[in-house]
């Protein structure tokens, strides 16, 4: 074949037009393997966020963190507090919005309800209300400004959380070359992402309290202070190391006591949740203990059959023999519990006026919590 006839061949197949170019398809969300599970919650916690504040602005709803967490907490089925939103904004900076305001809507119910319709109420119903921090989603700064859907901000938190591990590989293989796999997935497990800080509340609508304790104050009411917490840390990192742990880096090893003193604090707060929750249901356990009583005729019931009856209506499930013990200590003069031939009967006093019994219970649960 001649030069040109090749030329004219090449030609013909060659298409006349240029195709339209595709549009670019989201990269598929690969996440790496060695990502400690704090960061898989994370992630998880970020598609909740951003899927719950297209909700509520579709619905119209102040998107406050209030609701903010209701809307994540309810879509992931585990806690998101205010530390969760400062680690995404430090992994995806920019993505937010976030801005103190007055919640003037509450402040005008609250005003209307005491009766105080005028707008001198209003205004001051407004100044006693503690400011809310919203949240309002904003366009990606470069080179993301183009991810604007869903899919895209997700895939993109994907992308940031892998290039922080990949980094933080990086750095533990640069210090330790010797470090085996599981070694180096253990260590990832101590890596923790910085927290942004918040937003300053502005003089005008500042309490004296700051932003983080605004957001925390209704999700835990009794903590630890700053320095009973900074006492325990010392005592743990002053603990001597273990003879099998010796050759392990000092960094290392303040990294998992530091871990294991937070997991013991949250356990330690856990179980005084639990006790405030089984001492302020008493109350509610106490009416069904004593409806029961009065509809049966009964003043004794062994325990298995009152632990049965009470099985599927008990404020606590699972915890009415714990709550008999506790009302037998508060309220001895109404409820005991005895043994006779080796099995154990609850015993109601009927000489005892049901409100008193009340009423004394109530002032034993305020001095107990």
Wanted: aromatic letters at 6%.
């Amino acid at each position: 074949m001649e030069p040109q006839e090749g030329l004219k061949t090449v030609a013909a197949a060659a298409p006349s037009e240029s195709p339209l170019p595709s549009k670019p398809r989201v990269s598929a969300r690969k996440l790496d393997k060695r990502t400690p599970p704090s960061l898989r919650v994370l992630i998880r916690l970020f598609s909740a966020l951003e899927f719950g504040l297209g909700a509520l602005t579709l619905y119209q709803h102040t998107p406050d963190f209030a609701a903010v967490k209701r809307a994540v907490e309810s879509s992931c089925q585990t806690s998101f507090t205010p530390a969760h939103l400062q680690q995404i904004l430090h992994l995806l900076p920019g993505a937010y919005v976030l801005q103190w305001k007055k919640s003037t809507r509450t402040a005008r119910r609250q005003a209307q309800e005491e009766g105080g319709d005028s707008r001198q109420a209003q205004r001051q119903r407004l100044r006693q209300q503690p400011p809310l921090l919203t949240l309002r989603k904003q366009q990606l700064p470069p080179p993301d400004s183009d991810c604007e859907s869903l899919e895209q901000r997700i895939t993109v938190f994907y992308s940031k959380v892998n290039a922080f591990v990949a980094a933080h590989v990086a750095v533990i293989v640069k210090e330790f070359p010797s470090m085996t796999t599981d070694e180096l997935t253990e260590a990832l497990k101590l890596v923790e992402v910085d927290k942004t800080p918040l937003p300053k509340i502005p003089a005008e609508m500042t309490s004296g309290a700051s932003s983080s304790l605004l957001l925390s104050m209704k999700e835990q009411s009794e903590t630890d202070t700053f320095g009973e917490k900074s006492e325990k840390l010392e005592e743990a990192l002053a603990k001597p190391v273990p003879r099998d742990l010796q050759t392990l880096p000092d960094w290392l090893i303040a990294k998992v006591r530091k871990q294991e003193q937070v997991h013991k604090n949250a356990a330690d707060n856990s179980a005084k949740t639990l006790k405030r929750r089984l001492l302020s249901t008493l109350p509610q356990l106490s009416d069904q203990l004593q409806s029961l009583v009065m509809v049966t005729r009964k003043s004794v019931f062994p325990k298995s059959d009152l632990l049965r009856r009470l099985e599927a209506r008990a404020p606590i499930k699972g915890k009415v023999e714990e709550q008999l013990y506790l009302l037998e200590s508060l309220v001895p003069e109404w409820l005991t519990v005895i043994i006779d031939d080796g099995q154990e009967y609850v015993k109601f006093s009927t000489r005892c006026k049901y409100n008193a019994v009340k009423t004394s219970l109530r002032r034993a649960i305020a001095i107990s919590v």
